[in-house]
């Protein structure tokens, strides 16, 4: 993905733990980065993240979520945030969808 020359406008990344692999569990630091990356690099409009519920807690957005200024649909399961910083909020916003 870093290597990526063109534009990513949508990104879905979905960690359900299926049959044998259900131990294996999905690091959040590797997500934080890919938000970073993303946000730093693109302009994408379409955001999901979806993880397992079955998991002890939920993923925490980070930071640079905020600086995805062209998103317009986001959809979010099993993830949080808890951030008190001031945001002017998504210029291009029209779907939210949480799922907890």
């Not at 979520?65 to 979010?76: C, D």
């Amino acid at each position: 993905m870093l290597l990526r020359q063109d534009p990513i406008r949508e990104f879905t990344l979905c960690t359900y733990e299926v049959g044998l692999f259900s131990k294996i569990v999905y690091p959040f630091c590797e997500t934080d980065q890919i938000i970073l990356h993303l946000s730093r690099n693109h302009i994408v409009k379409k955001l999901a993240l979806e993880f397992d519920a079955s998991r002890i807690c939920s993923y925490n957005l980070p930071f640079s979520v905020f600086s995805l200024y062209h998103l317009a649909e986001l959809y979010l399961r099993w993830c949080g945030f808890d951030h008190r910083l001031v945001f002017n909020g998504f210029g291009s916003f029209t779907i939210l969808s949480l799922d907890f």
